[in-house]
């Protein structure tokens, strides 16, 4: 299985970098979460669940470790859990 081409996942890191920095920060793998919880249920039903999940792809996604999420860094992380 092949998976997304850079191409669809630089996109979708656009759609879901809400201000345009080119970066995806903490408040924006949190607002991911809560839609993903309203849209399709979840364990994650506490606040708590939600805070840990954000904190987990964070830590997943975050490969520099300087607190936001490049593109190159999606990308990455993407390709990572695709082996």
């Known amino acids: 299985m092949a998976g997304l081409s850079d191409e669809t996942l630089t996109e979708i890191f656009g759609n879901l970098d809400k201000d345009n920095s080119g ?41 520099s470790g300087d607190g936001t999420i490049t593109v190159q860094e999606f990308i990455e992380a993407y390709r990572q859990a695709k082996r």
């Open 23 to 63: 970066k995806l920060e903490k408040s924006e793998i949190r607002s991911l979460v809560e839609k993903v919880v309203s849209a399709h249920g979840s364990q994650l039903e506490t606040e708590e669940q939600r805070a840990k999940e954000v904190e987990f792809l964070m830590a997943k996604f975050d490969i």
